[in-house]
């Protein structure tokens, strides 16, 4: 049996109108909630959520591992943006992950979705910057990349938009 905490999801950005009943069925399968100690949704729920034009936002008091698997790995197979938020328990830390085109971004986060970034990564970037500014030799484009390695830039989390077809991923 799996430890379970809480995580909650919200998905965005464009889907394509060929993906909303497999979404919808993804979602449902996930046993989740509109809120906290709510009763799970209903599948026209989820049809009629999507439809708005909204980011839509599920929870799940009890999700396996504060994960959403399949509809994660769904989401993330068919370029479906989401972030999700899970919170800390016993041993785990609380996650946050991003999808934007099927990209994974995944940090550390505090309870209230805070990323968190590792000391010594920031140490590292320090002895880095030092180094490379002593020889004169940084150009702001080596350093903003050396940055992103360690903060990679998630862009917003956009309303739903029904598509006709399937957005480019470039």
Same mark, same amino acid.
């Given at each position: ?58 929870? +799940?008091?009890?999700a396996s591992y504060g994960e959403f698997t399949d509809l994660e790995n769904f989401c993330a197979d068919n370029f479906v943006d989401f972030d999700r938020q &899970? ?11 991003? *999808? ?11 309870? +209230?979705?805070? *990323? ?7 140490? +590292? ?7 490379? &500014? ?6 702001? &484009? ?29």
């Open positions: 049996m799996s430890d379970r905490f809480p995580a909650e999801i919200s998905i965005g950005g464009q889907i394509p109108e060929a993906l909303v009943e497999d979404l919808v069925d993804a979602i449902f399968s996930e046993g989740v909630s509109w809120d906290w100690g709510d009763a799970y949704v209903k599948k026209d729920e989820v049809r009629a959520a999507l439809q708005e034009g909204k980011i839509v936002t599920f929870v +799940n008091d009890e &899970s919170t800390a328990k016993y041993e785990y830390d609380g996650i946050s992950i991003y *999808c934007r085109d099927g990209d994974i971004i995944e940090y550390f986060s505090t309870q +209230n979705g805070k *990323c968190l970034v590792e000391a010594k990564k920031i140490e +590292n970037f320090i002895k880095f910057f030092q180094k490379t &500014s002593k020889k004169g030799l940084w150009e702001a &484009s080596e350093i903003l990349k050396k940055l992103r390695q360690i903060v990679p830039i998630v862009t917003e989390l956009t309303p739903v938009q029904i598509v006709e077809t399937q957005p480019d991923p470039e």
